[in-house]
């Protein structure tokens, strides 16, 4: 067993994948971070990628994404769905830098937030009132448990839970 031969490199880095090809999925990652960021900051972009895709800490994901390779096509199709509801690439940096693990939500968790901000916070997508919001509070497009708002006892998802909202 040896040992890293950098010690500069990123604890992102560290435990990046090392197929090739899943690092060049982690590597187009990675630079489409660096363009929402508008920030060319190689470490930032791996701490961003490997918050969003379960390669740190388990506090937001729960071992629902764990070591997770990047997937362009599901990245631009959630990039596309943002666009859609009126989010701008610039709030979407704003967004990912406050929550990175927004980057890696898919199209269906990202529609259900938007309509659970619809129906409950009276906001409606491709507004600025929705947009100012998700910037403010981009959690929330995470949300995907209702503890309080379904008359359950707390799950214990509460990073995900939309009380905290």
């Known amino acids: 067993a040896s040992s890293s031969s950098s010690s500069s490199s990123s604890s992102a880095a560290a435990s ?5 090809e899943d690092i060049a999925a ?4 990675t630079d489409v971070v660096k363009d929402i960021l508008g920030d060319d900051d190689d470490e930032r972009a791996d701490t961003v990628v490997a918050k969003a895709f379960g390669w740190r800490a388990q506090g937001y994901w729960r ?4 070591c997770e390779v990047p997937n362009m096509e599901r990245i631009e199709a959630s990039l596309a769905y943002l666009a859609s ?3 701008t690439r610039e709030n979407i940096g704003a967004i990912v830098s406050k929550q990175p693990e927004i980057f890696a939500c898919d199209v269906e968790q ?4 938007t ?4 129906k409950n916070f009276f906001m409606k997508r491709n507004t600025s009132g929705f947009v100012k919001f998700v910037v ?3 959690m929330a497009l995470g949300c995907n448990v209702d503890c309080a708002g379904e008359g359950r006892a707390c799950e214990g998802e509460c990073n995900r839970c939309w009380a905290r909202t």
């Open 110 to 113: 990202l529609e259900a937030a």
């Open 26 to 29: 982690w590597r187009a990652a």
């Open 136 to 138: 403010r509070v981009p």
């Open 16 to 20: 990046a994948p090392t197929a090739p």
């Open 85 to 87: 509801v009126g989010v």
């Open 115 to 118: 309509t659970h901000i619809e």
């Open 63 to 66: 071992n629902q994404k764990v």
